[in-house]
DNA sequence: GCCAACGTTGGC
DNA sequence: GCCAACGTTGGC
């Protein structure tokens, strides 16, 4: 099967590509969203290419790329009492949700700004831009994965 | 900190 | 199944 693209949303207060880059590999715990969910489950599969998003940050950004190193899985997150991402209503009979494990690539020397990809016509389509759109798994082709890259100087 | 946009919940 | 109320996201 081919390879997909993806880009993931992370608030770098909770967990930066920095994070990433000294963990090598990371679950994606605490997506809360079933379109978000949907991808990872149903979507992403190793060896997947990701733009990982800097959200809430000065400035909002692509800050590097990331892989999808292992398929959906059940969060754990969820059936911890004590977890932010507690769901009492998942089970682990029928866990609810499920995330993927992500593994570093690189960091971009600069971020990719949000204004950079905004002034990018290639990019015009990308979800990420869209008025509203809070998604944090998104997917990207190829085209705008590889036009990021460059900007990022790899 | 504000607030627009969106997703989810729950009463009916 | 509708939809108002509420909570969250995320740029600014």
Redesign the pocket.
């Known amino acids: 099967m081919a390879k997909s693209y993806w880009l993931m949303?992370?608030?770098p207060d909770v967990y930066s590509i920095d994070h990433l880059k000294k963990d090598k590999t990371t679950w994606w715990e605490?997506v809360?969203?079933?379109?978000a969910r949907n991808f990872m489950m149903n979507g992403m599969k190793p060896g997947d290419e990701v733009l990982f998003?800097?959200?809430?940050?000065?400035?909002?950004?692509v800050a590097g790329l990331a892989e999808i190193t292992k398929e959906a899985a059940p969060d754990t997150a969820q059936f911890d009492p004590k977890s932010e991402y507690y769901d009492e209503?998942s089970t682990k009979a029928n866990p609810r949700w499920m995330c993927v494990q992500v593994g570093f690539k690189a960091k971009f020397k600069d971020i990719v700004s949000?204004?950079d990809l905004?002034e990018e016509k290639a990019l015009a389509e990308m979800l990420?831009l869209?008025?509203?759109?809070?998604?944090?798994v998104q997917p990207v082709t190829k085209a705008e994965f590889e036009k990021i890259k460059k900007m990022g100087g790899l």
Request: charged share 30%.
């Open positions: 949303k992370s608030e605490g809360r969203n079933y379109q998003y800097h959200s809430n940050a000065e400035p909002p950004g209503k949000l204004n905004r990420v869209k008025k509203g759109q809070r998604l944090s």
